[in-house]
């Protein structure tokens, strides 16, 4: 099934499971799930599973700044429709895999940029990326989950950005003890990535250690068969 039918299913679902709870910050509040949690990390808010193994699997990430001269509809979308490039943690540089290009959505009223890409934080982990404008402040939202744990989670991602709602007031730029908010002249995507909790990329890096264990093995076996048959095809001329 291709990324883009599976992801039109995963948010399409109109039935919901499990309570929810909302979040509020000084410039948006949504919906999110009951186990889950937000903090502060500078001028960051993360949001994911107060469980330990959950809390590897998805998460959702905030943050806004005053509006700049990158800031605005056209350059998101324009963003957005090219793969973006990720340092690895282990060295390198990957690319990401755009799963479906921007467009502009109406969520409560408030027109937001909406795309999804694999592998532009974190890699294996989708990322679905809302951007906003709303007078003088710019908002970015991000829902990560890793692809194995995806539609787990595209119920509860589906509900919390249909929730979305822009609250920042007017005189929010003008207010630093509201926010945090970044200064405009910074990218408003730039720290997402390293925003991003350093368990999430080692668990990757266990999914991956554990692929190629499983790699080995099967390539042990394929010789332990090919000597066995070479033994018993020696074996044979020679009677």
């Not at 429709?81 to 467009?103: E, R, T």
Request: hydrophobic share 40%.
């Amino acid at each position: 099934m291709k990324y883009s039918l599976l992801t039109f299913l995963a948010f399409s679902l109109l039935s919901f499971t499990g309570h929810a709870k909302v979040f509020r910050n000084a410039y948006i509040a949504f919906e999110m799930p009951e186990t889950w949690k937000c903090n502060l990390e500078q001028t960051e808010w993360v949001c994911r599973s107060e469980q330990t193994k959950e809390a590897k699997e998805a998460i959702i990430i905030l943050t806004a700044k005053e509006v700049g001269p990158t800031d605005t509809f056209p350059l998101y979308e324009a963003h957005l429709n090219s793969p973006i490039n990720v340092n690895l943690k282990g060295g390198g540089s990957a690319s990401s895999k755009i799963v479906y290009k921007s467009k502009k959505v109406q969520i409560n009223d408030q027109p937001w940029i909406d795309s999804l890409h694999l592998g532009s934080e974190v890699p294996n982990y989708f990322t679905r990326y809302l951007a906003t404008i709303k007078d003088k402040i710019a908002i970015l939202v991000t829902f990560s989950a890793h692809k194995q744990y995806y539609t787990k989670y595209s119920q509860d991602f589906f509900k919390a950005v249909m929730s979305l709602r822009v609250i920042a007031s007017k005189n929010l730029s003008m207010r630093p003890d509201l926010g945090p908010i970044r200064p405009g002249t910074e990218t408003l995507g730039g720290p997402i990535g390293s925003a991003m909790p350093a368990d999430m990329y080692q668990e990757e890096m266990n999914q991956s250690k554990g692929s190629n264990k499983g790699l080995l093995l099967g390539a042990a076996l394929l010789l332990a068969a090919l000597g066995t048959l070479i033994f018993l095809r020696a074996k044979k001329k020679k009677k």
